[in-house]
């Protein structure tokens, strides 16, 4: 039986993928709220396909309680949130749950962990427990770090389809972890030691990181000497080795916008680059904030509260608003002491913020210019009623004419 310890929303999808595959699984969170949830037969978030895989983990068998189980595999899911002073790595979640699995497994079980940790964190969070416990790794209990690498939006497809990494001590124990996640996974399996798998996750998030940065920078550089920055990064990707990601009003999410940080704040001097870059996404909101201002002053409008963000989440078609740009520029307005600004998001039911619309309809009702945050397939299909509206649009995904870009 299978252990999955922390059903968010990595966890989740992994232990219902899991079960639906025929592993026998328990599903542990200490959230009793959620355990009592998806005991009732509910799922916890939106996600494309996730609730047809739900349906069949429950035929399957799938249990979930907010109690570990002893037995002898475990998957650590829990959250890894960094210290935003120090920029590091906050493990002390996973040195929780590695700590109570470690007092209910059995002997020779294997603990792994999928949550994303710094290069290390295994090493110098997680090893010292087992030696507090006198227990011996290999020998009473296997580490492996088996990082996760799908994407909201999409997970259901990418937990099959992608390839994915398996750090271990021992060889063997990698090919047995390899075993189980093929179970459900088509992609090719690497095995590798721990150390590498920890790197090799960051480096991933970190990569995107910095190539948005280098598209928002041209963006900027574009903007100032009245370039097409699509224009541009369109057709240098014509090039076959060239392959530029997208500008955007800001990076979110609990992986690109935090992962890199980690290098950062481990390696204080040596990750030059990816501190510029880091710093250069997290001051686009800003930058929207001004092309917000420079658009109002050329169509002659002075009042901010006639202006609308559409989009509160991370990304495009999820309702995940973690780390989310239109977020920290609510936060930036009213530093600067201007709120009034509307928002509206079809994913987003709840009152989040001041001046929230539930409804897009009377949103653009109430609006003169309206920013194009996120861009959910809901505004993308109905740009038409956009017209009339003076449209900054930071994704270049509404096409009229006379429409803004950041
Ligand atoms: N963004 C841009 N320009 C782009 C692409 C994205 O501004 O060209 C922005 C998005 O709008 C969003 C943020 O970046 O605010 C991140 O979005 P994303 O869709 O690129 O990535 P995440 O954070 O949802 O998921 C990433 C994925 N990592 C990689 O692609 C290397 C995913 O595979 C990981 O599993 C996930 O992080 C994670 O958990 O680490």
């Known amino acids: ?49 996730l609730d047809e895989l739900f ?34 790595v906050d493990p ?3 040195v929780a749950a590695v700590r109570k699995v470690l007092s209910v497994c059995k002997k020779g079980a294997t603990v792994v962990v999928e949550s994303t940790v710094s290069p290390g964190t295994i090493e110098k969070a997680v090893r010292p ?59 090719e399996i690497v095995v590798t030691d721990i150390k590498t798998a920890e790197m090799t996750k960051v480096v991933e998030n970190t990569y995107r990181a910095v190539n948005i ?24 990707n014509m ?3 060239v392959n530029i990601l997208k500008p955007g009003p800001g990076v979110g999410g609990h992986c690109i916008s935090v992962d890199p940080w980690f290098l950062v704040g481990d390696y204080p001097g040596l990750a030059k680059v990816i501190d510029e870059a880091m710093k250069t996404n997290d001051k686009m909101p800003d930058f929207v904030l001004n092309r917000i201002y420079e658009i109002m002053q050329e169509n002659g ?30 936060e930036s307005q009213e530093r600067h002491l201007a709120p009034g600004l509307k928002v509206y998001d079809p994913f987003i039911e709840k009152d989040v913020v001041k001046n929230q ?29 956009l017209s009339g509206k003076t449209v900054l649009d930071c994704h270049n995904v509404i096409d009229l004419p006379g429409v803004y870009h950041i």
């Open 1 to 49: 039986m299978v252990n999955v310890i922390g059903l968010g929303y990595i966890g989740l999808p992994t232990a219902l993928m899991l079960a639906s595959s025929g592993v026998e699984v328990v599903g542990t969170d200490y959230n009793k709220e959620l355990v009592a949830t998806l005991s009732s037969g509910r799922t916890t978030f939106k996600e494309k396909g």
């Open 213 to 236: 940065a280098f598209a928002n920078e041209l963006a900027k550089i574009c903007r100032h000497d009245d370039m097409d920055v699509y224009e541009i990064i369109r057709i240098c």
């Open 92 to 94: 002390a979640y996973v």
């Open 55 to 88: 349906e069949a983990a429950l035929k399957a068998g799938i249990t979930f309680t907010t109690e570990y189980q002893e037995t002898d595999t475990y998957i650590v899911s829990v959250p890894t949130p960094y210290d935003k002073f120090s920029k590091k």
């Open 129 to 187: 427990v087992l030696a507090e416990l006198g227990l011996e790794a290999g020998k009473d209990v296997n580490l492996v770090h088996a990082p996760e690498r799908i994407i909201p939006g999409n997970m259901v497809y990418e937990l099959i389809h992608n390839n994915r990494t398996i750090g271990a001590d021992d060889r063997q124990v990698g090919e047995k972890i390899k075993e189980l996640y093929s179970s459900f996974c088509k992609g």
């Open 357 to 385: 619309y539930h409804d897009l309809n009377s949103f653009l009702d109430d609006v003169d210019l309206v920013v194009v945050m996120v861009k959910h397939d809901e505004i993308v299909e109905n740009k038409e009623k």
């Open 301 to 330: 409008m002075t009042d901010i509260g006639r202006v609308g963000l559409y989009g509160l989440t991370y990304k495009e078609n999820v309702d995940d608003m973690r780390e989310s740009p239109t977020l920290q520029l609510l």
């Open 239 to 241: 090039h076959p080795r």
